[in-house]
């Protein structure tokens, strides 16, 4: 391959975009390789499982064709990794990232023939833990006597099966015609808290009689197998890192009846101290998974103390201004203010006047 100008690879970021409107939405073009004089072509994109995005290219910067690859972890770029090595040109590369985890890249190389002659080929390799190492290299075309080139990777959502496509010169005498070959199925293991629902979000501790506030927090979630396995595991909920509930769950095989359930825990939030409580459901990964999606975060639920009449999450002046005006009023009577009525005896009494001047001034951020 002859080497061009001096190019680089551009990358184009963007809030939200309309596919049939091109180039609405798009930010402006960011400079992704900085090499002095590269010549940096042909980039391939890809998304992995931890939300990384993964580019590799084709690079002259060595004095030849290399494969080169980088990543963006939500923060910052990696740098510049040349992650194939070979005497002669490699181009065309490609990235994917299969169900089990692994990444896999592909791409052509120029096989001397001798005398000046090359015949095209399409290597692969992969890596098991994103990058750190790589396989071997493998041909998967070997016929020197034709040019086979510009792979493409897919995996299968129907049968789970890695496939190549690339262009070959073959059969003789022909142009350039599509050809493909197929691993064997990419079975895994993933169970995934798909949904998580919470019943209430500002409430007291133990709740709160004389408005009908409960004291317990419902919470539900759906716990999926996305995976081709029947497994069992334990599914926990928790409020921050206090466990409330767990329990034994089956699951079949994705996609069928009895691959999903609904599990379900009642937090008891008595005793608790005002404060922000985050609610999250996890179910525990079988053995062989890598996927990061059984954990689910349900949001926050704030918990108020006693005395906090507009419920701010703060216990102030205003506050102690509405229990003395409700002081000694039952339901039905002027001024009865229902939050002023801190033990729920539907009396505001010096026993209502004592929590809010004990809890006077404590202050709970938003959530």
């Given amino acids: 391959m002859e080497p061009l100008q001096s190019f680089k690879i551009f990358m184009v970021t963007s809030g939200s975009y309309q596919v049939y409107v091109p180039g609405v939405g798009w930010g402006n073009p960011v400079q992704l390789t900085t090499e002095s004089n590269p010549i940096d072509i042909l980039p391939s994109a890809t998304v992995t499982s931890n939300g990384s995005v993964w580019v590799v290219w084709s690079s002259h910067r060595t004095g030849n064709y290399q494969t080169f690859a980088k990543y963006f972890n939500g923060m910052t770029w990696s740098a510049d990794a040349q992650i194939v090595s070979y005497r002669g040109d490699d181009s065309d590369p490609t990235i994917i990232q299969t169900g089990d985890g692994t990444l896999w890249v592909a791409w052509s190389r120029d096989i001397s023939l001798g005398g000046g002659n090359?015949?095209?080929?399409v290597y692969y390799m992969n890596s098991t833990n994103l990058g750190s190492t790589w396989s071997a290299q493998t041909a998967i075309t070997t016929n020197t006597s034709f040019d086979n080139f510009n792979p493409s990777l897919l995996e299968s959502s129907q049968n789970q099966r890695l496939y190549f496509f690339w262009s070959s010169s073959m059969p003789a005498n022909t142009d350039y015609s599509i050809f493909y070959e197929s691993s064997?199925?990419?079975?895994?293991?993933?169970?995934?808290?798909?949904?998580?629902?919470?019943?209430?979000?500002?409430?007291?501790?133990?709740?709160?009689?004389?408005?009908?506030?409960?004291?317990?927090?419902?919470?539900n979630?759906?716990?999926?197998?996305?995976?081709?396995?029947?497994?069992?595991?334990?599914?926990?909920?928790?409020?921050?890192s206090t466990l409330i509930a767990s329990s034994s769950i089956t699951l079949l095989p994705c996609c069928v009846a009895g691959s999903s359930q609904l599990i379900y825990a009642n937090w008891n939030t008595t005793g608790?101290?005002?404060?922000?409580?985050?609610?999250?459901?996890?179910?525990?990964?079988?053995?062989?998974?890598?996927?990061?999606?059984?954990?689910?975060?349900?949001?926050w639920v704030r918990i108020l103390p006693f005395g906090d009449v507009d419920l701010s999450g703060k216990v102030s002046f205003i506050d102690a201004s509405v229990v003395a005006l409700a002081f000694q009023t039952?339901?039905?009577?002027?001024?009865?203010?229902?939050?002023?009525?801190?033990?729920?005896?539907?009396?505001?009494?010096?026993?209502?006047?004592?929590?809010?001047a004990f809890n006077y001034g404590v202050s709970i951020p938003s959530c």
């Avoid at 090359?118 to 080929?121: G, P, R, T, V, Y």
């Avoid at 979630?221 to 921050?240: C, E």
Wanted: charged share 10%; glycine share 10%; proline share 6%.
């Fill in 272 to 299: 608790y101290k005002p404060g922000c409580y985050k609610i999250t459901v996890q179910v525990a990964p079988p053995s062989g998974q890598t996927a990061t999606n059984n954990v689910m975060s349900g949001g």
């Fill in 221 to 240: 979630a759906t716990i999926s197998n996305l995976g081709n396995y029947q497994d069992t595991s334990t599914t926990s909920v928790y409020a921050n």
């Fill in 118 to 121: 090359f015949a095209s080929e």
């Fill in 184 to 219: 064997t199925p990419i079975l895994i293991h993933d169970l995934a808290v798909t949904s998580v629902g919470v019943s209430q979000r500002k409430l007291f501790p133990g709740g709160l009689r004389t408005v009908n506030m409960s004291g317990i927090v419902a919470i």
């Fill in 330 to 356: 039952r339901p039905g009577m002027t001024n009865w203010n229902p939050y002023a009525d801190s033990d729920g005896d539907f009396y505001v009494n010096f026993i209502d006047v004592s929590i809010m």
